[in-house]
């Protein structure tokens, strides 16, 4: 009987251990860097332009940007 009941503790313990690990695995939240910033394309008089904001660390594309077509200086 002793020894069942040592064998359920250390059986409740561990599991109690392994749950509180990997709940904060769970929350913890990863920002991720907008360092790196490709033109993908160029603004002109007549066409918007695009650009690209990839995280520096992981390489995932988190944003995409319009760029406003560039007024002539005639106009």
Request: charged share 30%.
């Amino acid at each position: 009987m002793k020894k069942l009941v040592t064998l359920v503790l250390r059986a409740m313990m561990l599991f109690s251990a392994v749950m509180s690990v990997t709940t904060l695995a769970k929350t913890t939240k990863y920002t991720h860097p907008k360092e790196v910033i490709k033109v993908v394309k160029k603004a002109t008089c007549t066409e918007d332009g695009k650009v690209t904001y990839t995280c520096k660390k992981c390489g995932k594309l988190l944003k995409t940007s319009k760029v406003k077509k560039v007024r002539s200086q005639m106009e």
